[in-house]
């Protein structure tokens, strides 16, 4: 069956098929150059002015920045490579690295809307065969379908644009916010070996006190199932390590069981839920706040509940470096799992009632605004996914 070289949503007053084209027939295929790191500036300046991009993804490639450019306007892909397939467009000069392949056109087919095309289809193209790549050579012999009238390639470019800034203006709010909570965290709790923290609400002057976390929370513990117990459709969510992310309870690789089976407590609003063994070192310690009502819900037998009659404090607690450490020298040595023992031996700082009601209250509103944020970032890449797939062929 022949492909269809239409889109199936358009902007007003373009029509006919769109045209199959070689790269290499549309864009002069070169690469970047070797540059050592430091010979970079993290900081953009007069002398520095044009920026390094790389093979990382992070910071949209952005390495640094240099006293030269060696291109004005193209779109770069990485070669060499975990990242290798991925295709970035660079409005204005730049210097890249000899790990970006580079597309250049004085036709105007480099922008937006031919980057996102080509983002589609170069991963098939990448050759898994040890370092993953995709070379020049291989790049230049990429088919790709493209509207015949430049003036459709700068509508769409202009909408992906728009969509873009959205996603980065959100991303610059979210980040600001995970930084403002960083910060806080540290100066709203007491520095190791100090009674009083940096910053409090007016009207609390009273030291805090080192409780042993047997003596202040409750614990409970999570679900021990078989694979015989596993429903395939309905029962009892058995929230588990993949159902944790940033802090946030999240639906992932969920696990049902059959209700029958369940002989733990359902979990609650205000219960914090704690990741104590996996296989994954890096995951001990993972935390999060039952925010809502979970009917039919429980934990795993690789997690704890805590419950503490002042939750969003605990919960902010858990944030804070001096817990990072508790868990960092209470795991087991040999395997990766934090027992309810050393838990309850933990030691942690607490003011007084009113003062855990403050401050807990503001990390939830804080939370609240985070988690906002992140709901419109991801709206809005759904949004751009969408238009991706119905606006290219």
């Not at 031919?114 to 012999?141: C, D, Q, Y």
């Not at 078989?226 to 588990?240: I, M």
């Not at 002989?263 to 001990?284: Q, T």
């Amino acid at each position: 069956m022949a492909k269809k070289k239409v889109p199936e949503l358009r902007f007003k007053g373009f029509e006919g098929e769109w045209e199959e084209s070689i790269i290499k027939d549309k864009f002069k295929v070169t690469r970047g150059y070797v540059l050592a790191v430091a010979k970079t500036s993290d900081v953009r300046s007069d002398k520095q002015p044009y920026p390094v991009y790389s093979s990382q993804t992070k910071e949209n490639g952005l390495m640094g920045y240099y006293k030269d450019f060696l291109y004005d306007t193209a779109i770069t892909w990485t070669t060499d490579g975990a990242n290798a397939g991925t295709v970035k467009f660079r409005k204005g000069k730049f210097y890249c690295t000899n790990v970006c392949g580079v597309l250049l056109s004085n036709e105007g087919y480099a922008n937006e809307m031919v980057t996102e095309a080509l983002n589609k289809i170069a991963w098939k193209h990448v050759s898994r065969v040890g370092n993953p790549k995709l070379m020049n050579n291989i790049m230049s012999e990429i088919n790709i379908l493209l509207p015949r009238n430049l003036s459709e390639h700068i509508e769409i470019s202009k909408l992906m644009k728009s969509i873009d800034s959205l996603i980065a203006l959100h991303q610059r709010k979210h980040d600001k916010l995970l930084t403002v909570k960083k910060a806080m965290l540290e100066k709203m709790f007491p520095k190791e070996g100090a009674d009083v923290p940096e910053l409090r609400f007016k009207g609390f002057t009273e030291k805090w006190e080192r409780l042993k976390l047997g003596e202040t929370v409750r614990f409970y513990n999570g679900l021990t199932y078989s694979p015989l117990d596993v429903a395939q459709e309905g029962g009892t969510l058995v929230l588990r390590s993949s159902n944790v992310k940033n802090s946030e309870v999240v639906s992932a690789d969920n696990v049902y069981v059959k209700t029958e089976a369940v002989d733990s407590m359902n979990v609650s609003i205000g219960d914090i839920i704690v990741v104590v063994r996996n296989g994954s070192r890096s995951l001990i310690g993972k935390h999060a706040l039952i925010k809502q009502t979970m009917p039919y819900t429980v934990i795993g037998a690789f997690m704890t509940g805590i419950q503490y009659r002042h939750a969003d404090f605990f919960n902010a607690q858990l944030n804070t470096k001096h817990y990072d450490k508790e868990i960092e020298k209470n795991m087991g040595a040999t395997i990766n799992q934090i027992t309810t023992g050393s838990f309850k031996e933990m030691e942690f700082p607490f003011p007084t009632d009113n003062e855990q009601i403050k401050i807990g209250t503001y990390y939830r509103n804080l939370d609240s605004l985070i988690t906002l944020h992140a709901r419109e970032l991801e709206k809005l890449k759904n949004i751009k996914k969408a238009c991706l797939e119905k606006m290219l062929v």
